[in-house]
């Protein structure tokens, strides 16, 4: 069970209030359509699966409803930092 | 009520947005979403469910008007707008709260206010809304997909640490703050309205549930219906 | 009755409370302050369980959670009863009822034992797989008998009369054990006023101060332990939780404690109270000061009842005054293995010898042992017990300085006890339970917590500190620590002086030779609850298993309720050896929650029977009940699924609505559908972007159809949204998808598209939506209604905003039956009233209420699809028929859009949604029966789709359904086969799945 800092309630919750979404940072491409299928399927099914720093979105489902970022280190859960949608990770892996 | 208040197409798209007043005249009895619980007789026959000691009393506020507003909270005219029409200024730190005689507002998101109004007034204040505010905002009565619970009593956070993962200690969570949140499997805007006083907004489907929740965990507190 | 190894005074029981208890069917006596262990103990019970494997006897080894066999059944009757109870972990209380549950027909005479008389060789490591898991589809049978022969206890036959808590808690500083270390650093930090939760799983809070004689400041130690525990009770924010055991230690810090409330009480919880709670502690810092388990060494026969850990002996002494012998061997590596033949000796018994490994022990507790007479063999050790359900004697031999052989001859001393130390094992279980990796500390002999990325401290005995002065010292130092680490200023605490016990130094040993080869020496157990030996662990390593983890799981050793918490360092140590390496190479294997058994009860706390998983009900769900309806879930909602009149089955009640709405009309309840308030000047925008559709011209007051695809272009849900003003769109979703697409819409417009100025609100609940359906239902609109809702007025895929039965409502004309329809939308608050206001006017025109299954045959009769049922995630809009509902000349590439002309979504022979008719037109084929082109094709037949909805059309007065078939809608006419399980073979023929008025005139009435 995480607890995870909820940057628009400006306080910890516990997890079972938010959904995790995935992997952060995927934009959809501008123009879908000038995209080949390798492209496409890259932008839909690929993903990383880091040891260590990764970044995912989450949601405050249950709370303020708002999608924002957390910074995890896979190997021991830590969370490194949360911060808001179009804000960019001050901690990312070397 | 006849069909007055149907509105042209023409007159709808002026308005942007289509209002209506949902409340029908006072021949209808509106049924809140725990009607069919009978709190009232409950709390006639003054029953203690659970241990005697009774140390929790209920309370259910029905058929508010339960508002919902979103705007951006930077925009300074809406807030004003909003000021106008409610009394006082929207609560911009999160997770707090303000009341304005019988209006009271709660932060539930940087752009989302839940306002709760008598009954009777909440096409009035919507009507208002629409007149004083421009710009882009959204305002949605959900008055009837929701009630309003008042637990109070010796015990009351001790029962609410049963119900939901939210701190409740004193320092942390105090007269005012309002949290949205899991309540048991369901979810509730939790408010605290008094040392041992707090309020539930439920949502109208889940309402049975947390009722029978409830009763369940208060059991070793007692339970009392009040009117 | 007497109880003849209960001492006359001393101890923490209560003498003048004598309580009875049963035990295996019979009545014994004990007193008020015992464990079932001590009473157990104190009536000269040395069997109480079989051997997991070799069906040995076994008794009572250890006094706390350790303890791998006292594991009992409770239950004075059949909805009581509890497994899996350790006995020296249960207070013992007037009427308890036990039961030893290995042992078949009973541990006294065992018919499985012959197994293990007849060796370790009939049941090696490893036996179960070799033996029993093949073939494998006898394993069941096999694991049948294995169990009721191993004796595991068992679940109650009845339901649990008592209720269970769960309780959320917050704390600056959770504190885990209450012993010396505990208790200091408790002190520190709650003086410093910090939220504290200190938890212990004992009934008295002072840990091994109650086990031993020692002084503090040179008064009792209870004495210190008894002034702290009351000045802690005199704070608000300090929670003391006595018969709590912390079991699991989270992700950032979460911990969770079994709070045991009325165990000790009675076998049913008195009234309106909590049998057990489960706490679910969020702690900003966490003390473990959890102690340290005695390790007993590995000798041969060492299970025979009566060999002990030498510090249970004492406790046994000195908290519960049993002495659990008349004559004790004491066998060690230590000083501290010593205090046992003190304690012993001070109760007045016995003391045959005790026996050092070590040539040359110095040390004040061997003085002590001197002054009072006590023989002490040194250079020595027991290297096997005799007996075989109580120890009888005991084979004593020198051996080598580093442990390894016997070096002289053997010398037999007569004995019903032995006490065995090896050193202590620090209790590092929490802080394995995160992932983080012990360290083996020579030093101390044994693993400490290593590094974590909790907000943890340790102190006391986890850190392997064991002289009670530095554990103080620690207790107080991680209290410090947690008050600065919360942000508090430490208010000031002075320690007790103990007492200074000079020790000479430990050996590290763990595995005491034998004469014969480990292989051929009689048994040597590692651990006892899985009746793992040093022979199976060597077997182990031989075999090739040369991973800690491997050993584990081939041996099975540590995994018993236990835990192996007795046996693991040793079983390491006995790997290690046999594969040359030290145990540090060898490595750990990692603890997880939880510490100790707990009750699914405490798990489940309140979520059981009707509170199980919320119901989600409409404002007219009483109406439904009180007309019989049976109800179906869909997702949490009770949805009424028919409505069956006296003597009716289902399939009755569903022709008979069906027909209702076909020739008069019908009403449902459809408020479950998920609804979403849009509004914002790119609303409309939004919606072409999220749908597949064309939005843009949709005219104020009009609700058009749409389809939603994941960016992949397969639907995921579908649904009316209406204009309801220029600027403002509600949104209709499927019942179980509502809370997903609202969530989706937020993602799409948080995430890529935040300049679109629109927000989204779920009013669902607020609206209840009440749907008349079939030829008349503008007739009964009108008897409710002033508005003119003719078809000039009031066309199909209009809206109104009219008064229906005296209320405000959002009148829809959609159709999902074909038939002239009205959904009636009003505030859920007036949902019931409308309701039955129709039923009054209904009544001339047979208004009947239809469920779920008929509005599903109905729109099955006319093709109309159910996200979900008809689609599965693998199919897109033109899968569907429906490419009428993708507009690909929208400017903005919508979500779906991409993915649907993916060049595997745009081959032909996809699989295609279509019409199936069957030959014989009585036959309903089952949903999910998968079609073949040749019913005589050789199995595995090559299947070309599936059938997704199939009804009995009462209407229609034959079968009908819809499935999927490799390039169906090419295929219209063709026949197709329906193999089912049962040999019989379904011929249909391939149609439009649109059963009912193709051209859509029936709405048009």
């Given at each position: ?94 | ?227 | ?154 679940s109650p036959l009845e339901n649990d009369p008592d209720f269970y808590d769960n309780v959320n808690q917050h704390c600056d500083v959770l504190i885990v054990g209450a012993g ?402 030290t145990i540090p190479e060898t490595g750990t294997t990692i603890f997880r929650p939880n510490y100790t058994p707990i009750s699914f009860g405490a798990i489940a706390g309140r ?383 391939i149609c439009s799945p649109i059963f009912l008025d193709p051209k859509g005139e029936r709405q048009n009435v």
């Amino acid at each position: 069970m995480f607890h995870i800092y909820c940057p628009h309630c400006a306080e910890y919750r516990e997890e079972e209030e938010f959904h995790a979404v995935g992997q952060a940072h995927i934009a959809r491409p501008a123009d879908p359509d000038a995209c080949s299928d390798k492209e496409w399927g890259e932008y839909m099914f690929f993903r990383k699966n880091p040891r260590g720093i990764h970044h995912e979105l989450w949601v405050h489902a249950a709370g303020c409803r708002k999608f924002f970022n957390i910074t995890r280190d896979t190997q021991n859960y830590d969370i490194k930092e949360v911060y808001k949608i179009g804000e960019k990770p001050s901690v990312v892996a070397e | 009520m006849s069909d007055m208040n149907v509105m042209t197409p023409a007159e709808m798209a002026a308005t942007k947005a289509a209002v209506m007043d949902q409340v029908p005249g006072p021949e209808v009895q509106g049924q809140s979403p725990l009607h069919h619980a009978d709190l009232a007789s409950l709390a006639k026959a003054g029953t203690v469910l659970g241990a005697a000691a009774g140390g929790i009393q209920l309370r259910e506020h029905k058929l508010l008007g339960h508002l919902t507003l979103r705007l951006n909270p930077e925009n300074t005219d809406q807030l004003a707008a909003a000021e106008r029409v409610l009394g006082v200024a929207l609560p911009l730190q999160p997770l707090t709260s303000v009341e304005k005689g019988s209006y009271s507002v709660r932060w539930m998101s940087p752009d989302e206010w839940l306002i709760l109004v008598p009954g009777l007034e909440a096409f009035d204040v919507e009507s208002r809304f629409r007149d004083e505010m421009g710009g882009h905002y959204s305002l949605v009565n959900s008055s009837g997909g929701s009630t309003v619970l008042e637990l109070s009593g010796a015990d009351v956070v001790e029962l609410l640490k049963r119900c939901t993962p939210i701190d409740l200690h004193p320092t942390v969570f105090p007269v005012g703050k309002v949290v949205s949140t899991v309540f048991a499997k369901s979810s509730a805007i939790i408010r605290r309205t008094g040392e041992q006083r707090f309020e539930l907004v439920i949502r109208r489907s889940f309402s049975d549930y947390i009722w029978l929740w409830l009763q369940e965990v208060s059991r070793e507190f007692g339970l009392v219906v009040k009117a | 009755m007497t109880q003849p190894n209960r001492l006359q005074s001393g101890g923490r029981i209560d003498r003048s409370k004598p309580l009875t208890f049963t035990y295996n069917g019979k009545q014994y006596k004990g007193y008020q302050g015992d464990t079932l262990a001590s009473a157990i103990l104190a009536n000269g019970i040395d069997v109480v369980s079989r051997s997991f494997k070799y069906s040995r006897p076994r008794g009572i080894v250890a006094a706390g959670a350790e303890e791998p066999n006292a594991i009992l059944q409770l239950g004075a009757s059949e909805a009581t009863q509890v497994p899996n109870v350790r006995a020296t972990q249960q207070e013992l209380f007037n009427g308890l009822v036990s039961q030893a549950t290995n042992g078949w027909p009973n541990v006294d005479t065992d018919v499985m034992s012959i197994i293990g008389k007849v060796g370790g060789k009939m049941m090696p490591p490893g036996f179960y797989y070799k033996t029993f898991m093949f073939p494998e589809s006898l394993w069941n049978t096999y694991e049948s008998l294995i169990r009721k022969a191993a004796g595991m206890g068992r679940s109650p036959l009845e339901n649990d009369p008592d209720f269970y808590d769960n309780v959320n808690q917050h704390c600056d500083v959770l504190i885990v054990g209450a012993g010396p270390a505990g208790l200091a650093a408790a002190l520190t930090v709650a003086r410093s006023g910090a939220r504290v939760i200190l938890a212990d799983e004992q009934n008295e809070f002072g840990g091994n101060l109650l086990s031993t004689k020692e002084t503090l400041d040179g008064q009792p130690a209870s004495a210190w332990v008894n002034a702290v525990t009351k000045e802690l009770r005199s704070y608000d924010d300090v929670m003391l939780l006595p018969r709590s055991t912390v079991n699991g230690y989270h992700d950032h810090n979460f911990v969770t404690i079994h709070e045991r409330c009325t165990d000790h009480l009675s076998d049913i919880a008195p009234v309106n109270q909590a049998r057990q709670r489960l706490h679910r502690v969020r702690a900003k810092w966490v003390v473990l000061a959890t102690g340290a388990h005695e390790r007993p060494l590995v000798y041969s026969n060492n299970d025979v009842p009566g060999c002990m850990v030498s510090g249970a002996v004492s406790t046994y002494i000195n908290r519960y005054g049993v002495v659990p012998g008349n004559a004790l061997v004491v066998t060690t590596t230590n000083d501290y293995g010593y205090q046992s033949a003190l304690d012993w000796h001070d109760a007045g018994r016995k003391v045959v010898a005790v026996v050092d490994t070590r040539a040359n022990p110095v040390g004040e507790r061997i003085e002590a042992a001197r002054q009072r007479g006590i023989k002490i063999i040194t250079g020595s050790a027991v290297i096997e017990v005799q007996g075989s359900k109580r120890v009888s004697g005991v084979s004593v031999a020198t051996i080598s300085a580093d442990g390894n052989k016997v070096t002289g001859s053997v010398t037999k001393l007569g004995a019903d006890t032995v006490a065995t130390s090896g050193g202590w094992s620090p209790v590092i279980h929490l802080s394995s339970h995160t992932g983080s990796r012990p360290i083996w500390n020579d030093e101390i002999v044994g693993f400490v917590p290593g590094k974590t990325v909790q907000k943890q401290l340790t102190a006391g005995g986890i850190n392997g500190c064991y002289h009670t002065g530095a554990v103080l010292l620690e207790g107080l130092n991680a209290g410090l620590e947690a008050v600065a680490n919360v942000g508090l200023n430490a208010a000031e605490v002075v320690l007790p002086t103990a007492e200074d016990v000079k020790e000479g130094a430990p050996m590290t040993l763990f595995h005491i030779p034998h004469l014969k080869p480990t292989s051929q020496a009689p048994k040597q157990f590692v651990d006892y609850q899985t009746d793992v030996t040093a022979a199976g662990i060597e077997l182990a390593c031989r075999e090739g298993f040369e991973s800690i983890e491997h050993v584990k799981r081939y041996t099975a050793m540590g995994f018993g309720t236990d835990q192996g918490k007795l046996g693991n360092i040793n079983g390491m140590a006995v790997a290690a050896k046999a594969l040359n390496k030290t145990i540090p190479e060898t490595g750990t294997t990692i603890f997880r929650p939880n510490y100790t058994p707990i009750s699914f009860g405490a798990i489940a706390g309140r979520n059981c029977g009707a509170l199980f998983d919320p119901k989600r009900y409409s404002a007219m769900h009483m109406w439904h009940v009180e007309r019989g309806a049976k109800f179906e879930d869909v997702g949490q909602w009770k949805r009424p699924w028919y409505f069956p009149q006296a003597g009716e089955n289902m399939q009755q009640s569903l022709d008979r609505e069906c027909l209702a709405v076909r020739q008069s009309v019908g009403i449902l309840d459809a408020s479950t559908l998920g609804k979403i308030d849009i509004q914002g000047k790119d609303a409309r925008e939004f919606l072409g972007r999220i749908y597949s559709n064309a939005w843009a011209k949709l005219a104020v007051g009009k609700c058009r159809y749409g389809l939603m695809c994941g960016e992949d272009g397969m639907v995921f849900d579908d649904g009316v949204s209406a204009c309801l003003g220029e600027n403002h769109f509600l949104m209709t979703t499927t019942t179980g998808g509502a809370a997903r697409v609202l969530e989706w819409l937020e993602l799409y417009h948080q995430t890529e598209w935040p300049e679109l100025e629109v927000y989204f609100n779920t009013v669902t609940d607020h609206w209840s939506t009440l749907t008349i359906s079939g030829p008349n239902s503008r007739k009964l609109l009108s008897e409710l209604t002033d508005a003119d809702v003719t078809n000039e007025n009031f066309s199909f895929m209009d809206w109104k905003q009219i008064t229906v039965a005296g209320v405000p409502a959002r009148v829809f004309r959609i159709s999902f039956t074909g038939e002239l329809t009205f959904e009636i939308n009003v505030q859920a608050n007036y949902g019931m009233h409308v309701w039955k206001q129709l039923f009054k006017a209904g009544a001339q025109y047979n208004l009947t209420p239809y469920g779920t299954e008929t509005m599903h045959i109905l729109r099955a009769e006319k093709g109309f699809i159910i996200a979900g049922q008809d689609t599965d995630g693998s199919v897109h809009p033109f899968d569907l028929g429906m490419g009428w509902c993708v507009s690909n000349q929208k400017p903005f590439s919508y979500v779906g859009k991409r993915g649907m002309n993916r060049q595997d979504c745009i081959r032909e022979n996809r699989k295609q949604l279509v019409g199936i008719k069957t030959k014989d037109p009585k036959v309903v084929i089952p949903e999910g029966a998968q079609a073949v082109l040749d019913p005589k094709a050789p199995i595995p037949m090559p299947m070309v789709g599936h059938v997704t909805s199939s009804y009995w059309s009462a209407h229609l007065g034959h079968s009908i359904a819809m499935g999927f078939i490799k390039g169906g809608l090419t295929k219209m006419g063709e026949t197709v086969y329906y193999p089912l399980a049962d040999g019989t073979v379904i011929e249909a023929e391939i149609c439009s799945p649109i059963f009912l008025d193709p051209k859509g005139e029936r709405q048009n009435v």
